[in-house]
């Protein structure tokens, strides 16, 4: 799988956070599952500027199960690191496919990441063919603004 690092195409979100003593391992690294959590809060923070967060999901009568994921640990994050993660996201209309990149405080990238969700019926657990359309008027309407300058 292949992960774009070039985000200038596509809407993005992003956060500062820390990495915190609970996160990392005896060699003060960050252990490679908590970047998982990390992916999560940028991927939220998204999903709440398109107005399509986790309530929105469960009221629009789908859930989202994470399918796939690829991970390119680049450089380590370490106790106490500043860093900034930024989620795109790629596709919209048939699954949500988001692309990740943790950078530190020079900018420098230390993680690259892409995941891939699928919409189910949140009533029959089946997959379902396409996005409910809520969430391809909510992307389409916040690219509109985008190109508009709002």
Known sequence: MKINNDFSDCLTASENFRIPFHDVDPAGVAWHGRYFKYFESARAALLEELDYSYE???????????????????????????????????????????????????GVVCTRARTIQVPVDAKTEELTLGSPEILIRNVESRLQELIRGD
């Open 56 to 106: 929105g999901m469960m009221a629009s009568g789908f859930v989202w199960p994470v399918v796939e994921t690829a991970v390119r640990y680049v450089s380590p994050l370490k106790l106490n690191q500043r860093a900034c993660i930024t989620a795109c996201l790629r596709e919209w209309e048939m699954r949500l496919v988001l692309d990740y990149r943790i950078e530190n405080e020079q």
